[in-house]
T-cell receptor, first 117, second 116 residues
Framework: GAGVSQSPRYKVAKRGQDVALRCDPISGHVSLFWYQQALGQGPEFLTYFQNEAQLDKSGLPSDRFFAERPEGSVSTLKIQRTQQEDSAVYLC??????FGAGGGEQYFGPGTRLTVT | AQKITQTQPGMFVQEKEAVTLDCTYDTSDPSYGLFWYKQPSSGEMIFLIYQGSYDQQNATEGRYSLNFQKARKSANLVISASQLGDSAMYFCAMREGGRGANNLFFGTGTRLTVIP
């Protein structure tokens, strides 16, 4: 079956531009996560959705970052007025589990590599 | 304090040999889960293996096994019979089971190179 897909795979933005990154989770997966992975680092948590509800946004680095999942499936991560420090790979993951019920692997998409010039 | 520590930035292993990738973790939550992911150069994180804090036996998935030592707070990944396709970054991750804790905490990764 289809895995998690993300688009675009690559995005170059000029500093100050707004960008929107899309995530299509695995069909039927309740939980959806966004992570940011800087070069040479492990992914870092940004935000979590359970269906359409954003239950945790504690990892969003600033109010320029905004995420939504209006119908409980596709999610969009929006970054306003991009800065150079926003350059990273943005990973989306989904899981069939509702947390915190223990366990539950997350399935990741290929990521969107954002470069801000 | 770091929740996940991977002290090996890079490892080399001969094809067909076994290799152990180290991971230690830090949590005060009695309920937690430990995960290993593989990230090839294509960038996608591939789930390999999971160990729950209350699991009595070490997890195994094909050529992957997790050496879980709870008292030492370590969760090392053992890859047996290495293949060239195993060359990739490997990340250890933890999810704490407490209420409201949903996300994974990742280590900095270990780059594994399999030598023919």
């Amino acid at each position: 079956g289809a895995g998690v897909s993300q688009s675009p795979r690559y995005k170059v933005a000029k500093r100050g531009q707004d960008v929107a990154l899309r995530c299509d989770p695995i069909s039927g997966h309740v939980s959806l996560f966004w992570y940011q992975q800087a070069l040479g680092q492990g992914p870092e948590f940004l935000t979590y959705f359970q269906n359409e509800a954003q239950l945790d946004k504690s990892g969003l680095p600033s109010d320029r970052f905004f995420a939504e999942r209006p119908e409980g499936s596709v999610s969009t991560l929006k970054i306003q007025r991009t800065q150079q420090e926003d350059s990273a790979v943005y990973l989306c993951a989904s899981s069939v589990r509702i947390f915190g019920a223990g366990g539950g692997e997350q399935y990741f998409g290929p990521g969107t590599r954002l470069t801000v010039t | 304090a770091q929740k996940i520590t991977q002290t090996q930035p890079g490892m080399f292993v001969q094809e067909k040999e076994a290799v152990t990738l180290d991971c230690t973790y830090d949590t005060s939550d009695p309920s937690y889960g430990l995960f290993w992911y593989k990230q090839p150069s294509s960038g996608e994180m591939i789930f390999l293996i999971y160990q729950g804090s209350y699991d009595q036996q070490n997890a195994t998935e094909g050529r992957y096994s997790l050496n879980f030592q709870k008292a030492r707070k370590s969760a090392n990944l053992v890859i047996s019979a290495s293949q060239l396709g195993d060359s990739a970054m490997y990340f250890c991750a933890m999810r704490e089971g407490g209420r409201g804790a949903n996300n994974l905490f990742f280590g900095t990764g270990t780059r594994l190179t399999v030598i023919p």
